[in-house]
């Protein structure tokens, strides 16, 4: 049963416009979360996080936003350039104390100049 | 700033075949982990460690052995390779100072077992 869910698999944007990219969570034990970035043949590279405590985090153009009570997260860059073409993963701890991490299988984002 | 480093990158194996593939970090981590990715999958977690002489198994740990015999080296063994272990294998490390962490990744072993 998959934790942690991603359910586009890819998707397109222009140069400049607005990138969401959507995770959704089963466990409501999932207290932190983060967003991985990966280029191809490069190993995923941690882009930001959040505590369940908080309802937004921003880290210049990235922001990511969490709605517990849907079990949904989100990610917003924004403005979307083409370095930023690559595929995202959301990932979660199974619950406090617990540092292994639980994957989507991942988006790719295409950003289009 | 090695950061964490897999070896070798590419390893092309005939099936029964034994191998082991190497992770270094360089950042005094004390948790360290291997996954493996397969197209559509995401990355599935094999094993991990919280330190040295400690591991445990992760969501696919059959077919896979490793040790933690010092905190810098997490190595992953292959006992007999089959084809279904084609993949692509990282390697990753944290702190466990301070609350969660984020993991560092290394580049990956692209593995293809024939």
């Known amino acids: 049963d998959q934790q942690v869910k991603q359910n586009s698999p890819s998707l397109s944007v222009q140069e400049g416009r607005i990138s969401i990219l959507n995770c959704d969570y089963t466990n409501s034990m999932f207290d932190y979360f983060l967003w991985y970035k990966k280029y191809p043949a490069e190993g995923p590279t941690f882009l930001i996080s959040i505590s369940s405590i908080k309802d937004k985090n921003e880290d210049g153009r990235f922001t990511v936003f969490l709605n517990k009570s849907a079990k949904h997260l989100s990610l917003h860059i924004v403005p979307s350039q083409p370095g930023d073409s690559a595929v995202y993963f959301c990932a979660a701890p199974p619950g406090a104390g617990s540092y292994q991490l639980t994957f989507g299988k991942g988006t790719k984002l295409s950003v289009i100049p | 700033n090695a950061g964490v480093t897999q ?19 360089d950042m005094n981590h004390e948790y360290m982990s291997w996954y493996r990715q397969d197209p559509g999958m995401g990355l599935r977690l094999i094993h991990y460690s919280v330190g040295a ?30 084809p279904s272990q084609t993949s692509v294998y990282f390697c990753a490390s944290s702190s466990l100072k301070g609350g969660p962490q984020p993991q560092h990744f290394g580049d990956g072993t692209r593995l293809s077992i024939l």
């Open chain 2, 7 to 25: 070896t070798p990158k590419f390893q092309v194996l005939k099936t029964g075949q034994s191998m082991t593939l190497q992770c270094a970090q």
């Open chain 2, 53 to 82: 002489g400690i591991t445990d198994q992760g969501e696919v740990p059959n077919g896979y052995n490793v040790s933690r015999s010092t905190t810098e080296d997490f190595p992953l063994r292959l006992l007999s390779a089959a």
